[in-house]
């Protein structure tokens, strides 16, 4: 009889061949894993919370500071409701009752507030529940007589203002404004 040899694979390469079935096996799960796309999980509404800001303007004074007959600044003081979110302003403007703003002929600016700037939200911080929040806003060039306010005329002024809310799971800021009734100067 004839013997037969055992053909067996040799330790080494059988252990090569282990590698390179590993090494293809994580090469393939690897793509595979790769190729897979998670969807962006929001937690909580899709629309970011709007909440009311209730501004009661407790005082407002229109007068002539340059003594040339025209009216070139404007104050506001107001409070902030408890159940308000903070807000920041940005900046106070007039409308007249065209429906043009009054900053298109000359800036008017926010020349003094007892409110602090606060960068971050890019206006002056109104913490609610704030009594007498105090807004300075004067004609930005009084060197002409342009942008001012003659007597008899009517206008309204807007707050214009951000707060933050909440979108989902991320932090977001919504901008509105608060209009006044109209005004008419004397």
């Not at 962006?40 to 970011?48: L, Y």
């Not at 009752?97 to 002929?105: A, F």
Request: glycine share 6%.
């Amino acid at each position: 009889m004839k013997e037969t040899k055992n053909r067996a694979v040799s330790p080494v390469i059988g252990t090569m061949l282990m590698i390179s079935l590993v090494i293809a096996a994580s090469v393939f799960v690897a793509i595979f894993i790769g190729n897979i796309r998670v969807p962006a999980i929001e937690i909580g509404e899709e629309t970011p919370s709007l909440y009311s800001v209730n501004i009661d303007v407790i005082y407002f004074n229109i007068t002539d500071t340059n003594s040339n007959g025209l009216n070139d600044t404007l104050v506001v003081k107001f409070n902030l409701d408890l159940d308000s979110p903070t807000i920041y302003v940005q900046d106070i403007d007039i409308l007249l009752p065209t429906g043009n703003l009054l900053d298109d002929i000359v800036p008017w600016v926010i020349i003094d507030s007892n409110s602090s700037w606060n960068s971050d939200f890019y206006g002056y911080s109104v913490l609610n529940g704030s009594l007498n929040a105090t807004f300075t806003v004067q004609c930005y060039d009084l060197s002409k007589s342009v942008g001012e306010i003659a007597p008899g005329y009517s206008f309204y002024y807007l707050i214009k203002y951000n707060y933050v809310s909440v979108k989902g799971n991320q932090l977001t800021l919504i901008s509105d404004v608060y209009q006044s009734e109209l005004i008419e100067t004397k």
